[in-house]
């Protein structure tokens, strides 16, 4: 099978008859899903008790102070669930795209955006800040708990030599089981009355608090450090055939790690400190893509990028209305669809076991 010659750092050698395939079919993936997360918003803005259509959805969009609508109704559209929409497709976005990164980086299937440790950093912060009463602070906590976990991570990891997928993993993992200790042991200490159904919210991965300071979080660094990412596809395809082979082909492989770790463990852990830890969309939807779309990373990244945003914004609002007037935490409905439908791809790919 004719393959590509190496032709400038970073790029992978992956079979033509891949490459054409792949891209034959990305570009009408890519506008699907790009529809169905237009048309998937747009029906968001009306589910809920308040019974706003479509058309009321849309001139609050588009017509603010509209007479046809009531304040109340554009408050609940653009001041409640706007913002929470936007945040979960940024959310969403974030987390696949890193998932795929991480993925290729490590070379292991089973990684995800939480694998250096970032989820339990921001625990422990988000943690600490609520149990103190400084509820205000919990996004910058967070993003500092996910920050020093990946600090953390990583020093441990080149301590113990070259860094490579496999010592990152296990460094990640005795970090990872660290904060949580911590974050349990303060839960455990200080949580009194209704402040245990808070902290357990928030560590079960919720965007019910997500307003237009969430939206002010996420959209800029998926802006700064996502798109970034989506340009790294050839990089990230010489890196399935291994560091020898990448080093090979050009690729300077402890930097361009290091470097691609600490994006996407910034754009994680800007991403956990408004959510919390959502599970199984890192994990789950580039695996999902992969048999839809091939393995080469130029149409993976965006296209997870895509699924990740439309499945965490259907998500979030069956969290939302199914259990109406309850709400449960979207992470409770991610891992009850993303567990079923990993273990479907883990039969359909015997291989990676």
């Known amino acids: 099978?004719?393959?590509?010659?190496?032709?400038?750092?970073?790029?992978?050698?992956?079979?033509?008859?891949?490459?054409?395939?792949?891209?034959?079919r990305a570009w009408p993936l890519a506008a699907l899903l790009a529809t169905?997360?237009?048309?998937?918003?747009?029906?968001?803005?009306?589910v809920g008790p308040a019974g706003l259509g479509p058309?009321?959805?849309w001139l609050a969009l588009v017509?603010?102070?509209?007479?046809?609508?009531?304040?109340?109704?554009?408050?609940?559209?653009r001041e409640l669930r706007l913002p929470r929409l936007l945040t979960a497709a940024a959310v969403g976005a974030g987390l696949a795209l890193c998932g795929a990164v991480i993925q290729a980086l490590t070379r292991n299937p089973l990684a995800d955006p939480y694998l250096l440790g970032l989820s339990s950093g921001a625990s422990l912060g988000?943690?600490?800040?609520?149990?103190?009463?400084?509820?205000?602070?919990?996004?910058?906590?967070?993003?500092?708990?996910?920050?020093?976990?990946?600090?953390?991570?990583?020093t441990l990891a080149g301590a113990l030599g070259t860094i490579t997928p496999t010592?990152?993993?296990?460094?990640?993992?005795?970090?990872?089981?660290?904060?949580?200790?911590?974050?349990s042991f303060i839960v455990f200490w200080t949580a009194q009355g209704d402040s245990y159904r808070e902290v357990l919210g928030w560590l079960m991965g919720s965007l019910a608090g997500a307003g237009w300071s969430s939206v002010g979080i996420t959209l800029p660094v998926?802006?700064?450090?996502?798109?970034?990412?989506?340009?790294?596809?050839?990089?990230?395809?010489?890196?399935?055939?291994?560091?020898?082979a990448a080093s090979a082909l050009g690729v300077p492989v402890p930097t361009v790690r290091w470097t691609l770790l600490g994006a996407t463990a910034l754009l994680t852990g800007a991403m956990v400190s408004v959510s919390g830890s959502i599970g199984f969309v890192g994990l789950v939807l580039p695996h999902a893509v992969r048999l839809v779309a091939g393995s080469g990373h130029r149409a993976l990244l965006p296209l997870s990028a895509l699924a990740g945003a439309l499945f965490l914004v259907l998500a979030d609002t069956a969290a939302r209305t199914v259990f109406e007037p309850r709400e449960i935490p979207v992470g409770i409905v991610t891992a009850l669809i993303g567990a079923p439908v990993f273990i479907v791809l883990l039969l359909r790919r015997r291989s990676i076991a």
């Open 222 to 244: 998926l802006a700064v450090v996502g798109l970034p990412l989506l340009f790294c596809g050839r990089i990230l395809d010489a890196f399935a055939f291994g560091d020898t």
């Open 1 to 24: 099978m004719a393959t590509h010659a190496a032709a400038g750092a970073g790029t992978a050698p992956v079979p033509e008859p891949d490459r054409i395939h792949s891209r034959s």
């Open 55 to 57: 058309r009321a959805a």
């Open 63 to 77: 017509s603010p102070g509209n007479s046809a609508l009531s304040p109340i109704q554009e408050a609940i559209i």
């Open 36 to 46: 169905a997360l237009a048309a998937a918003m747009l029906w968001a803005l009306t």
């Open 167 to 183: 010592r990152t993993i296990l460094a990640g993992l005795a970090v990872s089981s660290l904060a949580a200790a911590g974050a």
């Open 126 to 154: 988000a943690v600490s800040v609520l149990l103190l009463g400084f509820a205000v602070a919990l996004p910058a906590a967070a993003f500092a708990g996910a920050m020093l976990a990946m600090v953390l991570t990583l």
